[in-house]
């Protein structure tokens, strides 16, 4: 199957920039892909969610504009540029897979077969 990895989290000042990274183990990457965040106290939200060739992207209202999602199919990673930064963000971001080729909406928990263990993203006021 596959395992997702995050990576690139930690602490920023509101305004700054993060890139956090998603690489992906296995045979294929032939799969929609998409980051979502936890923060505390709260349930897990979608950010934005990405098909297979990277031409199609769906983001959250709360981070359009600011966040930007790509990948790397020869390298199997997937990455989400955060910029403009704000306190709120502060939350686990996890990258999860829809492997099976099931899901029917980026936006949806159950899209999503396959999760990371998730990244600390801190913003600092």
């Known amino acids: 199957q596959v395992q997702l990895v995050e990576s690139g989290g930690g602490l920023v000042q509101a305004g700054g920039s993060l890139t956090l990274s998603c690489a992906a183990s296995g045979r294929t990457f032939r799969y929609s892909m998409g980051w979502f965040r936890q923060a505390p106290g709260k349930e897990r939200e979608f950010v934005v969610g990405i098909n297979i060739r990277g031409s199609d992207t769906y983001y959250a209202d709360s981070v359009k504009g600011r966040f930007t999602v790509s990948r790397d199919n020869a390298k199997s990673m997937m990455y989400l540029q955060m910029n403009s930064l704000k306190p709120e963000d502060t939350a686990v971001y996890y990258c999860?897979?829809?492997?099976w080729g099931r899901g029917e909406r980026y936006d949806s928990q159950e899209s999503y077969d396959t999760w990371g263990q998730g990244t600390q993203v801190t913003v600092s006021s």
């Open positions: 999860a897979a829809d492997y």
